[in-house]
């Protein structure tokens, strides 16, 4: 079957890093997709990975190992406007998102 | 580039009206849309997967006959919540699939629209 897992919450700091992993089962596969969502609001796209590496984009970057079906999603130099749900979706042969259930990311000061 | 809209994105109704939701591509054409439900502290889950100009796939468990899903052009597809009830009462988001260019992700990116809260008392 297909299956998303990534951790439920995290808790960060302002001003460190934080990492936060998926792993991911999809038949077929065409690549890994980040979203970040605030409460309330519809997730918005934050990176997509399709080949093994990393990919920087600002304070975020995100990896991808398809030997492992493992990604993460790096977050830098954390705000408090960086509290949100991060939502990993793998992309099957179909090119259908399969969803995880999100990891809320609670920052403190 | 890749703006998607929705409309309303808040609606309030009786028990057993019937609700439509307006789903829009604003800068680009989609083919493909898809309907997400999203209940307070849940992950989203997809309702259906609208195909422009053919009948839209619904997942398990969706009631076809009740979210009728019309996808007439290649930026609108409206999602009709009939004879609504109060467990009805969610966030419902739309995507759309961007096109091959733009919008600052790769083909096949799903790009959401803000939202439409239902309320049914």
């Known amino acids: 079957g297909q299956n998303i897992d990534q951790p439920t919450e995290m808790t960060a700091t302002e001003g460190a890093i934080v990492q936060i992993n998926c792993t991911y089962q999809?038949?077929?596969?065409?690549?890994l997709f980040w979203y970040q969502q605030h409460a309330g609001e519809a997730p918005t796209f934050l990176s997509y990975?399709?080949l093994d590496g990393l990919e920087e984009k600002g304070r975020f970057s995100s990896f991808l190992s398809r030997s492992k079906g493992y990604s993460y999603l790096l977050l830098k130099e954390l705000q408090m406007k960086d509290s949100a749900s991060y939502l990993c979706?793998?992309?099957?042969?179909?090119?259908?998102?399969?969803w995880g259930a999100g990891t809320k990311l609670i920052i403190k000061p | 580039g890749a703006v998607v809209s929705q409309h309303p994105s808040w609606v309030i109704c009786k028990s057993g009206t019937s609700v439509k939701i307006e789903c829009r591509s604003l800068?680009?054409?989609?083919?493909?849309m898809f309907w997400y439900r999203q209940f307070p502290k849940q992950s989203l889950m997809l309702m259906a997967t609208?195909?422009?100009?053919?009948?839209?796939?619904?997942e398990q468990g969706v009631e076809k006959d009740k979210f009728l899903i019309n996808h007439a052009s290649l930026t609108l597809s409206t999602l009709t919540v009939t004879s609504a009830h109060p467990e009805d009462s969610s966030f419902y988001i739309c995507?759309?699939?961007?096109?091959?260019f733009g919008g600052g992700g790769p083909q096949e990116t799903q790009y959401f629209g803000p939202g439409t809260r239902l309320l049914v008392l």
């Open positions: 995507s759309a699939r961007s096109p091959p």
């Open positions: 800068d680009f054409q989609a083919t493909t």
């Open positions: 609208s195909n422009e100009g053919s009948k839209a796939t619904y």
């Open positions: 999809t038949s077929g596969f065409n690549g």
């Open positions: 990975n399709v």
């Open positions: 979706a793998g992309m099957d042969s179909n090119y259908q998102l399969i």
